[in-house]
């Protein structure tokens, strides 16, 4: 990975063969990022994606062993259980021009990884949700509308 920063934002270049999810997640910790946002374009292969069953409380997972253009990647950064965390979501275009799209479990950059990750200054923490079944974010210290 190779990166510089932009005003408050940093630009991450991911080269072949780096963990897509895993080295954000890394580069947070590095950094001591406590919550922010990020997104995403480039390329990507031998990635799995998930669909939340919301009843069932779980996911429907698929692996695509296929390169894939990273039409946008969004999410964001928080922690769980005291780690570092990145939730994000892939829109991927395969080879028919067809897109796929979901819950971002990981995945291999294949030719590179253009990333803006904007930190935020108040720590955000994911908390377990009973009724969804899902590490929800939890915003008790903000205010409620
Ligand atoms: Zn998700």
Redesign the pocket.
């Known amino acids: 990975m190779k990166y510089i920063k932009q005003a408050e934002s940093y630009m991450l270049r991911l080269d072949p063969g780096e963990l897509f999810v895993g080295s954000i997640t890394d580069f947070a910790a590095a950094k001591n990022i406590m919550s922010g946002e990020l997104r995403a374009l480039g390329a990507i292969k031998d990635f799995e994606l ?1 669909y ?1 069953l919301i009843k069932e409380k779980e996911y429907v997972r698929k692996k695509f062993e296929v390169n894939a253009e990273i039409v946008n990647a969004i999410g964001n950064l928080a922690f769980r259980d005291g780690k570092p965390f990145s ?3 892939l829109a991927a275009g395969l080879p028919d021009f067809s897109v796929v799209g979901g ?1 971002l479990f990981e995945g291999i950059v294949s030719a590179t990884a253009e990333i803006t990750v904007t930190p935020w200054p108040t720590k955000m923490d994911r908390k377990f949700d009973d009724n969804t079944g899902l590490f929800l974010l939890d915003l008790s210290c903000g205010e409620t509308a």
């Open positions: 998930g939340y939730h994000i979501h819950h």
